[in-house]
């Protein structure tokens, strides 16, 4: 079946004459994004400003976190090299914008997949890297223990993230009033919720743990255990871009995969010799998956070797191996009772 254009009839008309006559083929959009990306020598990644644990430069300039890493997997795939991936940060305000004008080629940064987001800004979110939801921190002293007892309570948000609905949303269904403090930029959220301005924050879980890092008495804040949303955090890619898509999709994908067979960095020559053929698909010696994508036959080899898999990039970045120490939870195998599951390579 063809796809439906905006613009109408007139429009669908003509590509179907074009499809017809074998002036175009439909299998899938190509808007050379990889092209243009090798021709340019590197990737363009929009990340956060500075969210530690998912995408923060240090004082060198050098960028370190979870989103980040996915960004070097995908130059791995590409480039066999993770350092050509290069960081744009980004605002909330502005990301979407920024993908859709090509001033990056991918997003990665704590982007909540949503139905209005997707279709109304002509994106894709082609699979969720993080599970995550909003939560609430709040000081120690005020000695509540659950997001029921936040009544009259003096709330700061970011604006322009899906946040602001979310506990209009949780609020209202609970029968409570709170006082809404909204501000464009994290950092100022962040720091009117430092400075006393309001009594409680409210973000992404994850977002939680990494901002209590950042202030001054970190041991003097808690996080409630309600979580009051859905928040699946994916990388994002323009629409018609379906080639590019593919390539972003899978190298998650790959990561994942390598997880769950115990492939890592540290054992991935081993893996090239294996004669399992569920490890040999996903290393290159055996079928042309990566020659499917427009890459290398150890596409995901690459991305194992330089980068690591799903567990190793979780682990060192927000869990066990890492200040922030987020349990994997939702974001566990779905064979260790999480819901991380792949589509296997076959």
């Not at 403090?181 to 977002?207: H, I, P, R, W």
């Not at 991935?268 to 499917?292: C, F, N």
Request: glycine fraction near 8%; include cysteine; proline fraction near 4%.
């Amino acid at each position: 079946m063809l796809r439906t254009f905006r613009g109408g009839l007139l429009i669908g008309l003509a590509v179907a004459i074009a499809v017809a006559a074998g002036a175009i083929t439909y299998e899938r959009y190509d808007t050379k994004t990889l092209k243009r990306t090798l021709k340019r020598g590197e990737l363009l990644c929009g990340v956060n400003k500075g969210l530690p644990g998912f995408s923060i430069p240090d004082d060198k300039g050098d960028w370190t976190g979870f989103d980040v890493d996915f960004c070097r997997a995908v130059a791995a795939a590409i480039f066999d090299d993770p350092k050509k991936a290069k960081f744009i940060p980004l605002d909330a305000s502005e990301r979407f914008k920024e993908l859709s004008s090509r001033k990056v080629d991918i997003l990665s940064r704590n982007s909540t997949w949503s139905m209005s987001r997707e279709v109304n800004n002509a994106l894709y979110f082609p699979a969720v890297a993080y599970y995550d939801g909003e939560g609430f921190m709040l000081p120690a002293s005020r000695k509540i223990d659950s997001g029921l007892d936040l009544n009259n309570s003096k709330i700061c948000v970011q604006d322009g993230t899906t946040t602001v609905l979310n506990v209009a949303d949780y609020f209202r269904a609970n029968n409570m009033k709170y006082t809404e403090m909204k501000f464009a930029k994290l950092e100022d959220v962040v720091k009117a919720y430092n400075e006393g301005k309001c009594d409680t924050l409210t973000a992404d879980v994850s977002q939680l743990y990494a901002l209590r890092l950042n202030l001054s008495k970190p041991d003097d804040h808690t996080i409630l255990p309600d979580v009051i949303s859905k928040e699946p955090l994916a990388p994002v890619v323009r629409q018609r871009d379906d080639d590019w898509m593919m390539i972003v999709k899978w190298t998650l994908y790959a990561m994942i995969n390598a997880e769950e067979l115990g492939i890592t960095s540290k054992n991935i020559d081993d893996a090239l010799k294996s004669k399992k053929p569920d490890v040999m698909r996903l290393v290159g010696t055996e079928g042309a998956y990566g020659e499917d994508l427009g890459l290398s036959k150890d596409w995901a080899a690459r991305i194992i070797r330089h980068v690591g898999n799903y567990g190793e990039i979780y682990d060192r970045n927000v869990g066990a191996e890492s200040k922030l120490k987020i349990p994997r939870g939702l974001n566990s195998l779905w064979s260790n009772g999480g819901i991380q599951y792949a589509p296997p390579i076959r």
